[in-house]
């Protein structure tokens, strides 16, 4: 009988050849996999938490739905499970921690006071991996975010909080930046807007522009920090009138030199978000994506490849933009098993990259610029049947990493050994 292995090493061989026929080098495209990092965000195993135990709800518009058992309750807990999640997911990471997530020691520090010591431990267990970090400041689950506003505030004393805590971040991040050798981004989403008819948008939107400009007055060398500005069509409570939306943050980001992040939940369900990258990229210098999977509204499902991931990826293959934008998820689904969430959502965008690195670009782009578009229309047909799976299953294996479905059993394993202990 042949070895599960020998199967693995066959079926790629044939399949090398399959992609070499249209001039695909297999090889150099997983040389390039491997060094692409994908930002996966802690949030998902504790349903956006955080560890503060101040009691306070999610609320800007946040839901996650599901009570899946087994979540991280402390720190230790969520490092462990980010672990066992890490070790399914072929090549080096990065960690994307938001300010909740702070380590304090038992001690009420609030948001404005945090300092890189309190994340000491996250930066600790990131280096011994040799994966970078990127943060976010927290504008939520806070007494002064409990009316959905912060950075926007009509009152001055709670806008200073805010910007106050924004500063705080930045100096976490270029602390993760400075320890972790690689720059952090870190990435301001605010949840301020209305729910229904706004008589006064100029107002907010003037004041959350001088916040920014207070919150970012400072510069940080950007080989430690950048700092990334979220937009958003709309949200739970905020369905008429949200402050910072994308016309905002681009405004800001090309203004200000900042980097865009682009979340693809956060537009129309019927826009085409990878058709914003080489928009955006035609002026601001890097984007952040989150990726995330929206069913019907910004719903956060966990991310699967289908066809609007496969775009993005191919925007960023095609454009030329793996080293201008940053790739980070964010989806929070509780209904399962939430490491399980973490290793399919990750491994669906870093098989869409593959597949993406797999196409054969030159050719794709001469048919189009010799307007040969039944050639171009054709070949990105059977680009479809080509055995991509087949050299998904070799890149596992180079890993060492378990190929097909026995990576599941691996996570049900933790789930009986760890999650279900937990109360
Ligand atoms: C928890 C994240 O910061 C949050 O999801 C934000 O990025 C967002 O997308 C809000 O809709
Ligand atoms: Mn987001």
């Not at 940080?220 to 920090?225: C, T």
């Not at 399962?336 to 869409?352: C, E, Y």
């Not at 180079?398 to 190929?403: E, L, N, S």
Request: with cysteine; net charge negative.
């Amino acid at each position: 009988m042949t070895s599960p292995k020998k199967n693995v090493d066959q079926a790629f061989a044939l399949a090398k050849e399959r992609y070499a026929a249209l001039g695909v080098d297999v090889e150099k495209a997983l040389e390039r996999l491997a060094k692409i990092p994908i930002s996966l965000h802690c949030w998902q195993g504790d349903d956006v938490g955080g560890f503060e135990n101040a009691g306070e709800g999610l609320g800007a518009g946040l839901a996650v739905t599901g009570n899946y058992p087994g979540k991280a309750r402390t720190a230790d807990e969520l490092r462990g499970d980010l672990d066992e999640a890490l070790a399914l997911i072929p090549g080096t990471h990065r960690l994307n921690l938001h300010a909740s997530y702070a380590e304090t020691g038992g001690e009420k520090v609030d948001r404005d006071a945090l300092e890189p010591a309190h994340f000491r431990a996250w930066i600790e267990w990131a280096k011994a991996k040799g994966m970078g970090m990127d943060f976010n400041p927290t504008y939520f689950s806070h007494p002064k975010a409990a009316d959905g506003w912060t950075l926007a505030h009509p009152d001055k004393a709670i806008r200073q909080f805010w910007i106050d805590h924004g500063i705080a971040c930045r100096k976490i991040g270029a602390a993760m930046g400075e320890a972790l050798g690689t720059p952090c981004v870190t990435n301001v989403w605010i949840p301020d807007g209305m729910k229904d008819a706004t008589v006064d948008r100029k107002g907010p939107r003037e004041r959350l522009l001088h916040a920014l400009d207070a919150m970012f007055a400072t510069p940080i060398d950007p080989r430690l920090n950048k700092d990334a500005v979220e937009g958003k069509l709309f949200g739970i409570g905020s369905e008429t009138y949200v402050v910072g939306m994308h016309e905002f943050y681009l405004g800001y980001a090309i203004t200000r030199k900042k980097v865009f992040t682009v979340d693809s939940g956060h537009f129309h369900p019927t826009e085409v978000v990878a058709d914003k990258l080489s928009s955006a990229l035609t002026y601001v210098d890097e984007v952040l994506m989150h990726v995330s999977r929206g069913v019907r509204w910004d719903s956060d499902h966990v991310v699967l490849l289908t066809d609007d991931i496969e775009l993005i990826a191919q925007e960023l293959v095609r454009g030329d933009y793996l080293d201008r934008v940053h790739i980070g998820l964010d989806f929070f689904d509780a209904s399962i098993n939430r490491v399980a969430a973490w290793v399919i959502g990750t491994r669906s965008m870093i098989k869409a990259l593959l597949l993406a690195l797999l196409e054969p670009i030159d050719a794709l782009r001469k048919y189009e610029a010799d307007g040969d578009y039944t050639s171009r229309l054709a070949v990105l047909e059977e680009l479809k049947s080509l055995p991509f799976g087949a050299v998904w299953d070799h890149y596992l294996q180079t890993k060492d990493i378990p190929v097909g479905r026995a990576w599941i059993d691996g996570v049900k394993r933790y789930e009986a050994d760890v999650l279900s202990k937990r109360g």
